[in-house]
């Protein structure tokens, strides 16, 4: 195992997040560009609303994204050996259009406790200042959860565009990639996005969350896969490997899984968003 550095673990200790962190080869940031472009283009829908949720349910090649080796040896140096795969998602930002991540906490509303989980954010395509990369609020994870308003704003990319208020650009952090590069971010740090200002796609590969096996799920139910070592709770239920792309057993497990995601992301709302 490679791992992480001592420079860069003590930055994602002090900071809240580590970046940027070489993973995949442009060569193959590209091909997942061209797995989600091929859904896209036979599958119109398919990656749309919540169904952009749980990907590496419904593609091999996604799949295969959250068993790197470069990636689980990062994510190890931060919860541990024992490793599950919570999640995925997708956040994409074409151009000419305003979407957005507003300022937020990912603990706030996911459900995962203890906090020992990692999201791992994969650039498959550069992110920048122009399109509309993460911003990180540098040593925010040492605070509590703070106070989010639900605004529901048409072009916000999160559920229920939860929003923390106030947070000066001036003082948050943006994390540059090139493609196939990965940030790190620790659950509680406040971060969120801009608009793509570029002529290409933003397209962000979200692993959200690698957790450890003490992890339990305390609004709801999630799916998990083993990546690396061993599952002493056992917490969760376990989902399907995919053997091939949009497959029926693929889909209807995507569905399955999403489905109890939707209970959490919502739970306690009176409103549903289109994500």
Known sequence: MIGLTAKQLEHYKNKGYVSPVNALTFSEAKEIRDEIEK?????????????RNYIHLISP???KVCLNKNILDAVQSIIGKNILICGTTLFIKNP?????VSFHQDAKYIGLEPHNWVTVWLAVTD?????????????SHKENLKTHEEKFDENNLLTRGQTITNVSLNKTDPIILKAGQISLHHPTIVHGSGLNHSNDRRIGFVIQSYIGDNVDQVIGKMYVQRARGED???HHEYSKIPLELMGKNEVNSQNKANEELAKIFYSGSKKIGKF
């Open 232 to 234: 002493k709770y056992k």
């Open 127 to 139: 992110a920048n200042e122009q399109n509309g990369c993460m911003r990180m609020l540098p040593g």
């Open 39 to 51: 859904i896209e283009k036979n599958w119109p829908s398919a990656l749309e609303g919540i169904n």
């Open 96 to 100: 000419n259009e305003k979407g957005f």
């Open 61 to 63: 090649i996604f799949n």
